[in-house]
């Protein structure tokens, strides 16, 4: 089994907080995770038996009722969010650590049922689908490296050809090892229940073909910048009804909103968000991308590579809660993929290059962004996929992607 980063990170939490709430895409890895975190006297209840959840809604109090010293983990909590009032109560009268560990495959906060979602009382811990670190048994230390401005040399090979197929091949567990074909059936069908049955544990979306144009819509404009008002007219819905879909797609963990980079808040306004899809090999077999097509068509290698690297700076991002992570453009046209600020001020300017050399050139609106807005602590890097790391002046690196894996 694929240690998880997350592991220690739950364990941890469960010693200071009266609970967990383990969040995270339907089949990312949650309920293994949860059951295999070494610790004693975890009883299991399963919200994926219909049976379990008419006892749950019927008899609540029943149902979350704990053993001494027991931690209950609940399954699938959006199911029957009756629970989490007795679940406050509970915790609220005993306020011992790590009493519950709730998993749930949709944000808490948007569905409408919930008058509270445990804020405070209990720490929640996103899982996303596997890292290519983890898959590889690398550690977590990439942001350590940008941030201290010290890249190892791996001497592993990882070139375009290898960022494509791990792209291809995404995270989710159960159809790693798939060939294209069955990968592509795995995600039909996962995709399918999504938009069929578990949606309607968040939200009241009765016009399910609309949803799908726009998933498939997000899917396509991955990493992107667009306008919402062309995609409204494109799909024949109102602004306001793209938004209650976004988020719900959103909820469900399918789609990260990167927000705009600016100053001040006052400046974020008006300021488009991204759209990226929460794994690379979603958005390939939802669109039948071919995986030697997308090797050399940029259009799409572009977006899986930017894509990708999200994913992959997300994860680590989540393990400390320190970073934040964005995108720059203004109305010169100037990019940078990713802005990640840390909690101590400290900021670095990432841009995704999906090929094997670079040139200053690739530094240019990296260095425009430096010196305009002058950060304290400032590192500027270029992600390719060559084999080494490379100055390109004071605090600018060119690093692989291999930096991320192994």
Known sequence: MIDRWQRSGIIEALKIRRGVHLTGARQSGKTTLAENLGLENIVRKSLDKA??????????????????????????IQKAPELLDQIKINVDHDMSKGQYLLTGSSNLRFIKSVKDSLAGRFATIRLRTLAAGEINAAKPDFLDQVFNGEFRNTGKNFDKAALIASAFAGGYPEPLEFTQRARNNWFRDYLGDLLTKDISDITDI??????????????????????????????????????????????????????????????????????????????????????????????????????????????????SGDYEISHYRDSEKREIDFIIERNDGATAAVEVNAGSSIGRGDFKHINWFAGKFKPSRFIGIVLYTGSDVLGFGDHLYAVPCANLVF
Request: hydrophobic share 45%.
């Open 206 to 319: 009765r016009k399910l073909d609309v949803l799908k144009l726009m998933m498939t819509w997000l899917l396509a404009h991955t990493s992107q910048l667009f306008s919402q008002d062309e995609m409204c007219a494109k799909i024949g819905i109102t602004r306001e009804t793209a938004q209650t879909y976004i988020l719900a797609l959103t909820s469900l963990y399918l789609f990260d909103k990167v927000p705009a980079w600016a100053k001040s808040d006052y400046d974020k306004i008006g300021k488009r968000a991204k759209y990226i899809v929460a794994d690379t090999a979603m958005a390939a077999s939802a669109l039948g991308w071919n995986e030697n097509d997308a090797l050399f068509d940029e259009t799409i290698n572009g977006k899986l590579a930017e894509s990708w690297v999200y994913h992959e700076l997300a994860v680590q991002a989540d393990l």
């Open 51 to 76: 049976g379990l959840v008419d006892a749950a809604k019927s008899d609540p109090e029943l149902f979350v009722r704990r053993g001494k010293n027991e931690i209950m983990l609940i399954d699938e």
